[in-house]
């Protein structure tokens, strides 16, 4: 298992998602939550390269919510499981509707939150935590009427805590070696300082995200 592990990731940080789908995938009945929470990480990054076809990215993005679940029922202390299980899940919304994506928000963020708290120094786990916050915080009106009928107290956020947990938790990681580090946390920091109206620490974030190397389909987007 660990010579697996080894060459998977080892793949992963060559960017080599269809290679390193192909092996993991062997071992997609592993008991291993190590292994498991891989296969799940690539298989959701195979669905999102752009050579894939809409039929298989539908397929692979229920997989890896598949292995991301099997990966904490074998180990539920394993915070890379949580962690990609809440990514999964959220993916999983996109095909379900707006409503389901909702739905799943609460569940979604105490994932973000339990990765994090076995896991403090994880940078990917901040910026997803981050992420969440913005993305309530830019919720349109008709999707707050949605939250408001599913959630006695429906979730919320504003830019303000956005940048506020993205500062505090950033600087204890951002120069640490976490080659998970996404430069799209550069990159909403920006988005929400321009939200705020404070051009100087937009344009210092912006930057950062433009000059960040790409190591994922999504960092090559940002």
Same mark, same amino acid.
């Given at each position: 298992?660990?010579?697996?592990?080894?060459? @998977?990731?080892?793949?992963?940080?060559?960017?080599?998602?269809?290679?390193?789908? $192909?092996?993991?995938?062997?071992?997609?009945? !592993?008991?291993?939550?190590?292994?498991?929470? $891989?296969?799940? $990480?690539?298989?959701?990054?195979?669905?999102?390269?752009? =050579?894939?076809?809409?039929?298989?990215? $539908?397929?692979?993005?229920?997989? =890896?919510?598949?292995?991301?679940?099997?990966?904490?029922?074998?180990?539920? +202390?394993?915070?890379?499981?949580?962690? #990609?299980?809440?990514?999964?899940?959220?993916?999983?919304?996109?095909?379900?509707?707006?409503?389901?994506? *909702?739905?799943?928000?609460?569940?979604?963020?105490?994932?973000?939150?339990? @990765?994090?708290?076995?896991? /403090?120094?994880?940078?990917?786990? *901040?910026?997803?935590?981050?992420? #969440?916050?913005?993305?309530?915080?830019?919720? %349109?009106?008709?999707?707050?009427?949605?939250?408001?009928?599913?959630?006695?107290? /429906? /979730?919320?956020?504003?830019?303000?805590?956005?940048?506020?947990? !993205?500062?505090?938790?950033?600087?204890?990681?951002?120069?640490?070696?976490? %080659?998970?580090?996404? +430069?799209?946390?550069?990159?909403?920091?920006?988005?929400?300082?321009?939200?705020?109206?404070?051009?100087?620490?937009?344009?210092? #974030?912006? =930057?950062?995200?433009?000059?960040? %190397?790409?190591?994922?389909?999504?960092?090559?987007?940002?």
């Amino acid at each position: 298992v660990e010579e697996v592990i080894e060459q @998977a990731d080892y793949l992963y940080g060559s960017g080599e998602t269809e290679k390193l789908y $192909r092996l993991l995938v062997q071992h997609k009945n !592993s008991d291993d939550a190590e292994l498991l929470w $891989r296969l799940a $990480r690539a298989s959701r990054d195979l669905a999102q390269l752009s =050579s894939t076809s809409a039929e298989e990215k $539908r397929q692979l993005t229920y997989e =890896s919510l598949e292995y991301a679940k099997k990966a904490l029922e074998k180990n539920e +202390s394993n915070s890379a499981a949580h962690k #990609w299980y809440g990514i999964c899940l959220s993916d999983v919304g996109d095909f379900e509707g707006i409503k389901t994506k *909702i739905g799943n928000a609460i569940v979604i963020k105490e994932h973000f939150q339990r @990765a994090s708290e076995l896991n /403090p120094k994880d940078a990917t786990t *901040i910026h997803l935590i981050g992420i #969440w916050c913005y993305s309530f915080a830019e919720m %349109p009106w008709y999707q707050r009427k949605i939250a408001s009928a599913l959630f006695a107290t /429906p /979730p919320t956020s504003t830019f303000q805590e956005y940048a506020a947990h !993205s500062h505090l938790k950033l600087f204890s990681c951002l120069y640490t070696a976490d %080659p998970n580090f996404y +430069s799209k946390n550069l990159l909403f920091l920006g988005k929400t300082y321009l939200k705020l109206n404070n051009k100087k620490m937009a344009l210092l #974030w912006l =930057s950062k995200a433009k000059e960040y %190397p790409a190591h994922t389909e999504e960092d090559k987007q940002v």
